[in-house]
């Protein structure tokens, strides 16, 4: 017993140290969401098959409009991915982390004239 605890105070930790240190994530990962503004047409696709109401387009005409993302309501299922059809938006494998700063809440993806980043 004595010599199992000196070795493993010791060796190396077989555990991860996330978030004090990196993790290798398999591949196709649901994590953090990356979205690529200039392929984003404000279709609203992504927004009508979201099950967890994560996305929101606010249209005022064709091309006057605002695309928002809300990481607390997102269950990172994947699905908007799917329905894209210009593979604007899509799961990276980066871990979400948590926040407490609520202008994180409420993320301006893609604005279509208007040029501000605060919800109106
Ligand atoms: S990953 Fe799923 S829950 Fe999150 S925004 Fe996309 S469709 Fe909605
Ligand atoms: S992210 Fe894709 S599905 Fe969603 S509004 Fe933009 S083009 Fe349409």
């Known amino acids: ?3 199992a605890l000196i070795d493993a105070l010791f060796s190396k930790a077989d555990t991860v ?11 196709g990962f649901r994590g953090a969401i990356e979205f690529i503004p200039e392929r984003c047409t404000g279709c609203g ?11 929101e ?8 409009f605002q695309l928002w ?8 299922c994947g699905q908007c ?4 059809p210009r593979g604007a938006i ?5 871990m ?8 994180g809440l409420a993320v301006l993806l893609k604005t279509g004239h208007k040029n501000s980043n605060k919800k109106q």
Not at 69 to 76: E, T
Not at 90 to 94: A, L, Q, V
Not at 96 to 103: C, M, S
């Open 96 to 103: 979400v982390l948590p926040t407490t700063d609520p202008e």
């Open 81 to 84: 991915q799917l329905t894209c």
């Open 1 to 3: 017993m004595l010599r």
């Open 45 to 55: 696709l992504c927004v009508r098959d979201c099950p967890a109401n994560g996305l």
């Open 90 to 94: 899509s799961h990276t494998n980066d």
């Open 17 to 27: 140290q996330y978030p004090y240190g990196p993790v290798s994530l398999p591949e």
């Open 57 to 64: 387009l606010i249209r005022e005409s064709r091309e006057d």
């Open 69 to 76: 993302y809300y990481p607390a309501r997102c269950a990172y």
